[in-house]
Nanobody, 123 residues
Framework: QVQLVESGGGLVQAGGSLRLSCAAS????????MAWFRQAPGKEREFVAR???????SYADSVKGRFTISRDNAKNTVNLQMNSLRPEDTAVYYC?????????????????WGQGTQVTVSS
C-alpha cells in the first residue's frame, strides 16, 4: 500500500530554518506530482507548495521566497526547505501525492497523504 512518511518537524525560533522530508513507498514515485499542505489549529488545510513530475514548482504567496520544494526520484523523497520562519507558519505539515493536475492547490486534488509533522515557530 502507498505510504507517505513525513519527518523533520520541530520547534524553532522566528527567523530560523527547518527542512521537512517525505519518504514515499508503494507507488511509482516519479509518476506522481507531490505537494506540501499545512493545517493550523482551527483552520482549514492550506496549500504550501507543489512539484510536478517534470520538476516545475509553485508556491503559496505566503511562503514564496522563503520555502523551496524539491524532489529526489532516486530516493523517493520530496523535501521542503523552510527559511525565515514566522510564528504564522506554525502548523502540522502534510505531504500529498497525486497523478492528476487539476485542483493542484486544493486538498481534494490529492490521492494520498502522510500523517503530518508538527512545525512550531516561537516569537
Amino acid at each position: 500500500q502507498v505510504q507517505l512518511v513525513e519527518s523533520g518537524g520541530g520547534l524553532v525560533q522566528a527567523g530560523g530554518s527547518l527542512r521537512l522530508s517525505c519518504a514515499a513507498s508503494g507507488l511509482t514515485f516519479s509518476s506522481y506530482n507531490m505537494a506540501w499542505f499545512r493545517q493550523a489549529p482551527g483552520k482549514e488545510r492550506e496549500f504550501v507548495a507543489r512539484i510536478w513530475t517534470a520538476g516545475s514548482t509553485s508556491y503559496a504567496d505566503s511562503v514564496k521566497g522563503r520555502f523551496t520544494i524539491s524532489r529526489d526520484n532516486a530516493k523517493n523523497t520530496v523535501n521542503l526547505q523552510m527559511n525565515s520562519l514566522r510564528p504564522e507558519d506554525t502548523a502540522v505539515y502534510y505531504c500529498a501525492a497525486t497523478k492528476g493536475i487539476v485542483l493542484a492547490t486544493m486538498p481534494g486534488g490529492y490521492d494520498y497523504w502522510g500523517q503530518g509533522t508538527q512545525v512550531t515557530v516561537s516569537s
